[in-house]
């Protein structure tokens, strides 16, 4: 439903994307932000950027949890202006969910891992769930007293069943990034089922399916991203080919479904490389000396690639919704490089070091 006063018009909401792009910080800022002298000079040259606001409320401390918090409040409220005034904005408002899987992620292993609710408070922010009405169900799962009474409060949401998967299985393993699998899924087939809507759906003017095409290779990526990296993962958990089928987000991308099938029959993360490097994605695996590593890189390649994506398209792409779903990812990753930096400052790290931690793109 549109909100009231809001006007849906693709032209003006190119217009507020490219804007929100010119803002974003270059290289020789991040690299100077990286030079701060602790946590209070990092915030004041906060304050020349577009963050000013957000890490100027009397709830955001000088420590790096509550500017991380500040820095994502900003990218949530960008992205929810931005669905607001796209028409046709199913695509966009089911990616949002993502803000929202991201503090469920944290609710549920701070929960398995024995968190305090003070503890889980300072790790999330809710005005992504403000914004759609979920606030109470979320505040539900983070006063909860345990893992099994947080999961009976989001049994009543959408990704309840996801949930109850994931805690079965964690149960078994004790592996907390089985919550991340398992959200990660429902967020996905959320997203597949708005990109199929205007890209395949009769019910869509041919003009509009064109949009599909604007964000496919965006959209591969993250899907077979998700399959292969989670496919790996599952090979660790020791999960039976069943349960491993289970963890896959049908899609037919770049990587076929016979492709998946093999990967699932397969033994060991090594096995799943040698079929990644005889596929679309020869390169991107690499055998690292342990399998964490192997999956870590694996993970690494797939973000950066995605990034370097998004910025390539806004310099041929003027219009479309590939043009708004890029500026929303090249702000998801300057968040992620301010967190680092605000992390690295904290704990004491030289600007070298920082630097190297960051991910630039051309």
Same mark, same amino acid.
Request: hydrophobic share 40%; proline share 1%.
């Given at each position: /439903? @549109?909100?009231?006063?809001?006007?849906? @018009?693709?032209?003006?909401?190119?217009?507020?994307?490219?804007?929100?792009?010119?803002?974003?910080?270059?290289?020789?800022?991040?690299?100077?932000?990286?030079?701060?002298?602790? /946590?209070?000079?990092?915030?004041?040259?906060?304050?020349?950027?577009?963050?000013?606001? =957000?890490? %100027?409320?009397?709830?955001?401390?000088? =420590?790096?949890? %509550?500017?991380? /918090?500040?820095?994502?409040?900003?990218?949530?409220?960008?992205?929810?202006?931005?669905?607001?005034?796209?028409? =046709?904005?199913?695509?966009?408002?089911?990616?949002?969910?993502?803000?929202?899987? %991201? =503090?469920?992620?944290?609710?549920?292993?701070?929960?398995?891992?024995? $968190?305090?609710?003070?503890?889980?408070?300072?790790?999330?922010?809710?005005?992504?769930?403000?914004?759609?009405?979920?606030?109470?169900?979320?505040?539900?799962?983070?006063?909860?007293?345990?893992?099994?009474?947080?999961?009976?409060?989001?049994?009543?949401?959408? $990704?309840?069943?996801?949930?109850?998967?994931?805690?079965?299985?964690?149960? @078994?393993?004790?592996?907390?990034?089985?919550? @991340? !699998?398992?959200?990660?899924?429902?967020?996905?087939?959320?997203?597949?089922?708005?990109?199929?809507?205007?890209?395949?759906?009769?019910?869509?003017?041919?003009?509009?399916?064109?949009?599909?095409?604007?964000?496919?290779?965006?959209?591969?990526?993250?899907?077979?991203?998700?399959?292969?990296?989670?496919?790996?993962?599952?090979?660790?958990?020791?999960?039976?080919?069943?349960?491993?089928?289970?963890? !896959?987000?049908?899609?037919?991308?770049?990587?076929?479904?016979?492709?998946?099938?093999?990967?699932?029959?397969?033994? %060991?993360?090594?096995?799943?490389?040698?079929?990644?490097?005889?596929?679309?994605?020869?390169?991107?695996?690499?055998?690292?000396?342990?399998?964490?590593?192997?999956?870590?890189?694996?993970?690494?390649?797939?973000?950066?690639?995605?990034?370097?994506?998004?910025?390539?398209?806004?310099?041929?792409?003027?219009?479309?919704?590939?043009?708004?779903?890029? !500026?929303?990812?090249?702000?998801?990753?300057? !968040?992620?490089?301010?967190?680092?930096?605000?992390?690295?400052?904290?704990?004491? /790290?030289?600007?070298?070091?920082?630097?190297?931690?960051?991910?630039?793109?051309?």
């Amino acid at each position: /439903m @549109d909100l009231i006063g809001r006007i849906k @018009d693709s032209t003006y909401t190119e217009v507020k994307a490219f804007s929100n792009r010119g803002k974003l910080l270059p290289r020789t800022s991040l690299e100077t932000l990286s030079e701060s002298r602790g /946590m209070k000079d990092l915030v004041v040259r906060l304050k020349a950027t577009q963050y000013n606001e =957000n890490i %100027s409320s009397e709830s955001t401390s000088h =420590n790096a949890e %509550s500017l991380e /918090m500040a820095f994502k409040e900003h990218l949530v409220i960008i992205h929810k202006n931005l669905s607001d005034t796209w028409p =046709n904005s199913g695509f966009l408002i089911a990616y949002y969910w993502k803000h929202v899987i %991201s =503090n469920l992620k944290i609710i549920l292993k701070g929960k398995a891992l024995g $968190f305090s609710e003070e503890e889980i408070n300072k790790r999330i922010n809710l005005t992504a769930e403000e914004k759609i009405n979920r606030r109470d169900l979320v505040a539900g799962a983070i006063s909860a007293q345990s893992l099994e009474e947080a999961i009976k409060v989001l049994k009543k949401s959408e $990704f309840g069943n996801m949930i109850e998967d994931a805690s079965n299985i964690y149960s @078994d393993n004790k592996d907390v990034k089985v919550f @991340d !699998v398992f959200l990660d899924k429902a967020l996905y087939e959320m997203i597949l089922t708005e990109y199929f809507k205007i890209t395949y759906s009769k019910r869509i003017p041919k003009k509009l399916k064109e949009e599909g095409k604007r964000i496919r290779d965006l959209i591969a990526l993250e899907i077979d991203g998700y399959n292969i990296i989670n496919l790996m993962r599952a090979k660790t958990w020791n999960l039976t080919q069943v349960e491993t089928k289970d963890l !896959v987000v049908e899609s037919t991308f770049e990587i076929r479904p016979e492709t998946i099938n093999k990967m699932i029959s397969v033994g %060991s993360v090594d096995e799943v490389t040698n079929i990644i490097n005889s596929s679309y994605y020869k390169g991107f695996s690499q055998k690292m000396a342990t399998e964490t590593e192997t999956i870590s890189r694996l993970e690494d390649a797939f973000e950066n690639k995605i990034y370097s994506l998004a910025s390539k398209r806004l310099r041929w792409q003027v219009t479309g919704i590939g043009v708004i779903f890029s !500026v929303i990812k090249l702000m998801e990753l300057e !968040v992620k490089n301010l967190s680092t930096i605000a992390f690295g400052i904290e704990q004491g /790290m030289n600007p070298k070091e920082i630097v190297a931690k960051l991910i630039f793109v051309n």
